[in-house]
């Protein structure tokens, strides 16, 4: 795992919500859980991600073309780097524990509605909408906001269903 106070720049995350069974997240429903540190989206991250998922459209990796043709005049990350961030800052605001296992159920609702610069930097508050007890499961539904921290404005808003089994 990277290291964290790598990724974190601007925002710091507030102190890191500890769950630890159903009882715990239920107290929690309704509410803003918190804000993750900032991670710097670097064109090394892109080139990577890039990669990573033989996605080499000129927009996201052709530093030269973008200065003269994109209406962006540089690169972009690719909207599924933006999300594929979740997980980290999700962590960071977070700690599931007591688990015999955890899952990542869906997205929905999910639209990119910014595109992130390279070097710009983002971070995600969270927000617990729904808590379901499946019989011996949870599944949550939490409203995930990942904002560029240089302009304010949101890169992406879904929302993000977990399934946690506790011990």
């Not at 989206?41 to 892109?46: D, F, K, L, P, S």
């Not at 070097?119 to 949870?138: F, K, P, Y």
């Not at 995930?144 to 946690?164: N, Q, R, S």
Request: overall charge neutral; charged content about 20%.
């Amino acid at each position: 795992m990277a290291n964290i106070n790598y990724l974190c720049r601007k925002y710091k995350p507030k102190t890191m919500i500890q769950i630890n069974s159903y009882e715990d997240f239920k107290q929690y429903e309704g509410q803003e859980l918190g804000h993750s540190g900032s991670i710097h989206v670097t064109q090394e991250r892109i080139n990577q991600f890039a990669d990573a998922t033989i996605d080499h459209q000129w927009i996201h990796v052709d530093e030269e073309r973008c200065r003269q043709e994109s209406p962006f005049g540089q690169t972009i990350a690719h909207g599924y780097l933006t999300l594929s961030l979740l997980p980290v800052m999700w962590g960071q605001i977070v700690n599931v524990g007591n688990l015999e296992r955890q899952m990542n159920y869906g997205m929905d609702k999910l639209k990119f509605a910014q595109p992130v610069l390279s070097g710009q930097h983002v971070s995600m508050t969270a927000r617990l909408e729904e808590l379901v007890n499946l019989r011996g499961a949870i599944k949550t539904t939490v409203k995930i906001t990942i904002v560029i921290d240089e302009t304010g404005k949101k890169a992406l808003e879904g929302l993000a269903t977990f399934v946690y089994y506790f011990k």
